[in-house]
């Protein structure tokens, strides 16, 4: 039971403090609906580099600031990311084999759950179902994804995130 102290704590949260950020910044209004799903995705990174530190209580807690920052119903992002996250750490030796474009399509995945889950608390608290542009955050991300990851890998390499 003698483990090694775990460095970098400050490093995923300030990650995640950045993801929160850029998530609730105001845009343009045409812009508003290519908004990456940025805190789902740093989430994810966290998740698939880190699957025995950063996991399921991390999300809970990220999608409840989440939802307090953002308006959402209580919970509604808190869900989705929890799933989300869970399924990262259930696939992550599976997609971290993968090369960064066909991981890019795994985390495209991974984001369609997470609006899945968030569109079915919409229907289920009586909100209107949103339009086909509802989906675009899933495609930025896919597109982002192989940028995302070689920021946050060459971050956790510089600050020994373990």
């Keep these: 039971m003698n483990e090694a102290p775990r460095t970098g704590t400050s490093v995923i949260l300030v990650s995640l403090g950045i993801a929160l950020f850029l998530s609730v910044l105001p845009m343009p209004r045409g812009a508003e609906d290519f908004r990456p799903q940025w805190v789902a995705m740093t989430l994810i990174y966290w998740a698939l580099a880190l699957p025995q530190r950063v996991g399921i209580f991390w999300a809970w807690g990220t999608g409840l600031v989440l939802d307090v920052t953002s308006g959402t119903v209580l919970g509604q992002h808190a869900l989705s990311l ?14 971290r084999s993968f090369p960064l474009p066909q991981q890019a399509v795994s985390v495209w995945i991974l984001l369609l759950v997470e609006r899945l889950v968030s569109l079915w608390v919409r229907g289920a608290t009586g909100q209107p179902t949103p339009t086909l542009w509802y989906w675009m955050p899933t495609l930025v991300g896919m597109l982002l994804w192989p940028w995302l990851s070689i920021l946050l890998r060459d971050l956790r390499q510089r600050f020994p995130v373990t």
């Design 82 to 95: 929890s799933l989300t996250v869970y399924l990262a750490i259930e696939l992550h030796a599976r997609i």
